[in-house]
């Protein structure tokens, strides 16, 4: 796990918000602070959709977050900032297969509870936090390491500065 301090608020932002840069991830949950407080939960009520609308979902437990991203964006856009926010994020489980493949990491898929980029703003500080989640206990620290240099290289990519 590591904490990274993004420290162009603009740039972090737009990504997070207006652009389909993290698309690909999935919505845990958002919490949004501005005149109230905003929760959202990432889980897929699967009652409210058709069997076809469920086939569609790229996951059955959880919410694409380019399916939220314009909501959590139309509680924090206006004239003052949020107060706080954060929006947890998880890999999909076939990105999660995909990484673990193409860096041949000792870890089997059911062995792995989710890999998790979470951001957190408060008091005009944006950091971006790294999260490895295992069912099982392991010493090995190799997926741990991949996900913190995988979300390095995502912020790089994407040309958001960050400071250790």
């Known amino acids: 796990m ?7 608020l603009k740039t972090a932002t737009a990504h997070i918000f207006t652009r389909p840069s ?9 919490v949004v602070v501005t005149s109230n407080v905003f929760t959202i939960d990432g889980a897929v009520k699967k009652d409210y959709f ?12 959880w919410m694409e977050w380019k399916l939220l991203r314009p909501v959590c964006f139309s509680l924090i856009k206006g004239k003052k900032l949020p107060l706080s926010f954060q929006i947890a994020l998880a890999l999909s489980r076939d990105n999660i297969d995909r990484l673990i493949r193409q860096n041949q990491v000792p870890f089997r898929m059911e062995e792995i509870g989710g890999l998790y980029l979470n951001f957190r703003y408060e008091k ?5 936090i790294s999260a490895t989640s295992l069912k099982t206990f392991s010493m090995d620290k190799s ?8 979300v390095k290289k995502l912020l790089h990519q994407l040309e958001i500065p960050f400071e250790e």
Do not use: C, H, M
């Not at 590591?2 to 162009?8: A, K, Q, S, T, W």
């Not at 569609?56 to 437990?61: F, I």
């Not at 005009?124 to 971006?128: G, Q």
């Open 2 to 8: 590591i904490g990274l301090r993004l420290p162009d």
């Open 22 to 30: 993290l698309d690909y991830f999935l919505l845990k949950e958002a």
């Open 50 to 61: 058709s069997k076809e609308e469920l086939e569609e979902l790229r996951d059955p437990e």
């Open 124 to 128: 005009n500080v944006l950091t971006a």
């Open 143 to 150: 997926l741990e390491q991949l996900w913190d240099d995988t």
